[in-house]
């Protein structure tokens, strides 16, 4: 398993369940998940030699990477190369994971997304701003989970905004792209054998400024119209086959715009949101156990995927810790106890340090509860985070 951070641990979970034996690399000693694996490696999910050296001495069954980009193509190559069965081909697990490469097959596609341009140098970027206009979003193409993302409101946040894109960058490659204003939902699909599965379509909240794109909630189930419900959930599935998705997890982000749904990215891998627990939570769908198989290659059954409805409402809340150094938690019981809340997880150790809330990874635990309807799944899962309260050391000012 690639990575081991919070993004992984409901995968890793499901695995300790299905008794499978898992190595799990990360790069980070105190990765929250390495507790639920059978042996660690302190390897970056994203060193691909050390990875591929690892996978062939241990004798692994398959490959997962369940909640980072690159590695998603990562471990498409390396099962490749082994000869071990993946659920993605390597093209489109390469596609997958440049949100250029994909943008490039969408339109191809006729699909629709908000209007960019590509720019290597400040200059490119200043001309691309002109004829975009601000608001824009200036995107690192190959990273994920908001590094490399700066929102630019005028043209005097365009120069460090490109810089930080730039920086973040692999490709040396960064998108400018117009600012949608609208909500977002996130749909939840699952492919086999050629066939896309829309299983869950969530509504996504994203932090407020300073913070930008950094998601605080999903909640199930959408507040899409039925039309717009209908077309998201159509044009995810065009979206998979463009990629040449048939098996597997994914999942599409998009905003509901004025003139219809824009895809913001597609990632051909679980939700790195906790995605797959709201799913089976609410739809009885073994999300996580699922894509366990499709990393073996076992084969899966498409009554698998019928939904067996256990709530009419779904919310995974995030919670947020203030800058610091963490001391303890309080509080979390009690949001345990609460009514509709089935999980509640903390991410974090006494000692880790909070940075600012700037990108996913900042993020300090997660409350997942459950409703009659989708507000008071939600209302819950507020209250439930209300509750909780990280007591951290003030961070030192320098001297
Ligand atoms: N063009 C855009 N217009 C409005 N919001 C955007 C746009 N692009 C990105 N965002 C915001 O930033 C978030 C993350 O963007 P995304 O492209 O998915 O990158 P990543 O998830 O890899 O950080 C989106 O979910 C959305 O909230
Ligand atoms: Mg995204």
């Not at 905003?255 to 895809?263: D, H, N, Q, S």
């Not at 906790?274 to 198989?293: P, Q, Y």
Request: proline share 6%; net charge negative.
């Amino acid at each position: 398993m690639l990575g081991a951070g919070p993004g992984q641990l409901g995968l890793l979970e499901a695995a300790r369940k299905r008794e499978l034996y898992v190595i799990a690399a990360d790069r980070d000693p105190g990765a929250p998940g390495f507790s639920l694996a059978d042996r660690r490696a302190l390897i970056s999910a994203e060193d691909e030699p050390a990875l591929e050296r690892l996978a062939s001495a241990e004798g692994v069954d398959g490959v997962i990477a369940p909640g980072i980009d690159w590695s998603v193509a990562i471990a498409a190559r390396i099962s490749a190369k082994l000869g071990l069965p993946h659920p993605l081909e390597v093209e489109s697990a390469q596609l997958a994971v440049s949100k250029l490469k994909q943008r490039e097959r969408f339109a191809e596609a006729g699909l629709p997304f908000a209007r960019y341009a590509v720019a290597s140098r400040g200059e490119e970027a200043e001309a691309a701003a002109t004829e975009l206009g601000f608001p824009l979003v200036v995107k690192a193409p190959d990273r994920h989970g908001q590094r490399g993302l700066v929102l630019a409101r005028g043209r005097e946040e365009l120069d460090s905004a490109v810089e930080r894109a730039l920086a973040a960058s692999r490709s040396g490659l960064c998108m400018i792209e117009q600012l949608e204003p609208g909500p977002e939902a996130t749909v939840i699909g699952f492919s086999l054998d050629g066939r896309y599965h829309a299983l869950a379509v969530t509504d996504r909240r994203s932090a407020s400024a300073p913070a930008f794109g950094v998601s605080l909630e999903h909640a199930w189930p959408s507040s899409l119209s039925e039309t717009g419900l209908k077309q998201t959930i159509e044009i995810a599935g065009r979206a998979a086959a463009a990629l040449g998705i048939e098996q597997g997890p994914s999942y599409v982000q998009f905003i509901a715009g004025e003139r219809g749904p824009l895809l913001v990215e597609l990632a051909a891998r679980l939700g790195g949101g906790h995605d797959a627990e709201l799913v089976e939570a609410a739809l009885g769908i073994e999300l996580n156990g699922l894509a366990l198989a499709a990393a073996l290659g076992e084969p899966i059954d498409s009554d698998a995927l019928t939904p067996r409805s256990l709530a009419s409402g779904a919310c995974t809340s995030f919670l947020v810790a203030p800058e610091g150094e963490l001391v303890a938690v309080h509080g979390a019981e009690e949001a345990s106890a609460l009514e509709g809340v089935k999980r509640v997880r903390l991410y974090r150790e006494p000692g880790y340090v909070f940075a600012p809330l700037r990108s996913r990874s900042d993020r300090a635990g997660a409350v997942l509860t459950l409703g009659r309807d989708r507000e008071q799944a939600v209302e819950r899962a507020r209250e439930a985070s209300d509750l909780i309260r990280f007591e951290v050391a003030s961070p030192r000012s320098p001297t």
